[in-house]
């Protein structure tokens, strides 16, 4: 009997309508369209005026049944990476489940920031190697402008709304997850946090007065982690796994930073044209990036191809995973 691994069998995001471009930036805070291209790379983000992060999980998740003709009720399970659920609780996964009609399903909400959708990808694969299930939903979404501070140069800038979601199937011909490495470091805290509105910092009217629920970072000391690990962990996973430059058909890396992403294909030996980017467009969707580059990329994806994803993440969180791409669009 062929080993069973975990293939991504569909790919489907969803984009809010709203277009917050640098321009309309510049007129909220100090700041330009010159200033923000050069250091982001980012020229527009999406932007949810009214709904919810489920919401936004709906409309990828309802079009990814419908691509994989996927009824409702044969799903047997979903994670759904973000860091902007619904509610504190119920889980995100259990409004979206409710919404959508998976009756069969259990889900659960998995927080690793802009690490999430990669660590429930590795999750994910786990229940299909196993043989216990044969339809498993993974989601990155986040609506980070609810946690944003529009006064605050060093983040406004950077994030935007967005969802993407893949269905994890199993697979006998060697096709989808091969091989994941996952890191994290909590000492990372102190450089990229939403203080605020845990157990730690309960919110009060002191917590909202000194604007503890947006995020927080110390953009220097995150750029620097960022760099030396999304690069590092993408070059480990190449080495662990035999793989030249030469056999990597594209790396999708986390849609943080142009810089992050460059260093990250230099370290690797790529050529840009093997490299997904859609930064300019989305912005830093934290947990909806790497789905949304899937997506936006899928038409030029064939059977086989060999993808290295790899992210860094608030926390800090890390890792990246090699898949074999399982279809031809």
């Not at 190449?238 to 056999?247: A, I, P, V, W």
């Amino acid at each position: 009997m062929s080993k069973i691994t975990a293939a991504i069998t569909g790919v489907q995001g969803y984009l809010p309508d709203y277009v917050l471009t640098n321009d309309e930036l510049s007129k909220i805070v100090e700041t330009s369209d010159e200033w923000i291209t050069s250091r982001t790379g980012i020229k527009e983000r999406r932007i949810m005026k009214d709904g919810a992060s489920s919401d936004m999980a709906v409309g990828a998740v309802e079009g990814l049944l419908k691509k994989t003709n996927t009824r409702p009720e044969d799903v047997d399970l979903v994670i759904l990476a973000t860091v902007t659920p619904d509610y504190p609780f119920p889980s995100t996964a259990n409004v979206l489940c409710d919404k959508l009609g998976m009756t069969n399903a259990w889900g659960y909400d998995l927080i690793a920031a802009c690490s999430g959708f990669i660590y429930g990808l590795a999750t994910g694969s786990q229940f299909i190697e196993t043989g216990r299930y044969k339809k498993v939903i993974v989601v990155g979404v986040d609506k980070m402008s609810s946690i944003i501070d529009y006064e605050d140069r060093t983040t406004c800038i950077i994030f935007g709304d967005g969802a993407g979601a893949v269905m994890l199937e199993p697979n006998e011909d060697g096709l989808g997850v091969q091989d994941f490495i996952l890191k994290s470091d909590g000492s990372g805290r102190e450089y990229l946090v939403q203080p605020g509105g845990g157990s730690l910092n309960p919110t009060s009217i002191e917590t909202i007065e000194k604007r503890m629920h947006f995020v927080r970072q110390e953009g220097k000391q995150v750029f620097k982690f960022a760099v030396t690990n999304m690069a590092e962990v993408s070059a480990e996973i190449m080495e662990k796994n035999n793989l030249t430059s030469d056999d990597v058909d594209w790396l999708v890396p986390h849609q943080a930073n142009l810089r992050i992403i460059d260093a990250t294909a230099k370290r690797m030996g790529l050529p840009e044209e093997k490299v997904m980017i859609n930064i300019q467009k989305y912005g830093n969707t934290t947990a909806g990036t790497l789905p949304l580059c899937l997506w936006d990329y899928e038409k030029q994806l064939k059977k086989g191809d060999k993808l290295i994803l790899s992210a860094f993440g608030g926390g800090f969180t890390w890792g990246s995973v090699y898949l074999k791409w399982a279809y031809n669009s």
